[in-house]
């Protein structure tokens, strides 16, 4: 599994070793992430609360409002608390490298070991033979990474238990 050259930086040998000073330093970047997009909307808000006509300028800046903080929960603070919560998530394509099949993000606690690692779960479609790839279960599995064959990946749809790397048929018939 090879990282992409903005991410080869932070995964060195595919992984992070997560020390205490680095998750309050992931928690406090997270918060002042959505501080700022809280302070920002606040402004916006304030900025429209005066009465005038409105025009483009006011509607825009509305939409920003809602707007903004919306995608900055999306793109940058829904897959870290995900994370957390989880223990894996897809991985974001701007840290893999485009050569690259799909990856997932593992958190391992092991003790006071705490690791981030860049991984990659695949298995040989049992129905078949293609590559199953870990995908996004929706809409069928909410929340969840399933298996999804790369041939057929509405019909050959696998459970996913990373602790056993083990699945089972959820979509599909075995012949």
Not at 65 to 94: K, Q, S, T
Not at 110 to 137: E, F, H, M, S, W
């Amino acid at each position: 599994m090879k990282p992409s050259w903005l991410a080869h930086w932070l995964f060195h040998d595919g992984q992070i070793q997560l020390k205490h000073w680095h998750i309050w330093l992931i928690v406090g970047w997270l918060f002042l992430i959505g501080l700022g997009t809280l302070v920002f909307s606040y402004v916006g808000w304030f900025s429209l609360s005066r009465p005038q006509p409105v025009t483009t300028r006011e509607i825009t800046l509305f939409l920003t409002i809602f707007g903004f903080p919306y995608f900055v929960w999306l793109g940058l603070l829904r897959p870290w608390v995900r994370l957390f919560e989880d223990r894996v998530v897809l991985a974001h394509e701007i840290f893999i490298n485009i050569k690259e099949k799909p990856a997932q993000y593992e958190l391992l606690r092991d003790g006071d070991l705490r690791q981030i690692r860049l991984v990659r779960y695949t298995a040989p479609c049992p129905i078949c033979g293609a590559t199953i790839y870990l995908k996004n279960g929706a809409p069928d599995y909410p929340r969840r990474l399933v298996g999804r064959c790369y041939e057929s990946p509405r019909e050959h749809v696998f459970s996913f238990d990373r602790v056993t790397r083990r699945g089972r048929l959820l979509i599909g018939q075995l012949a």
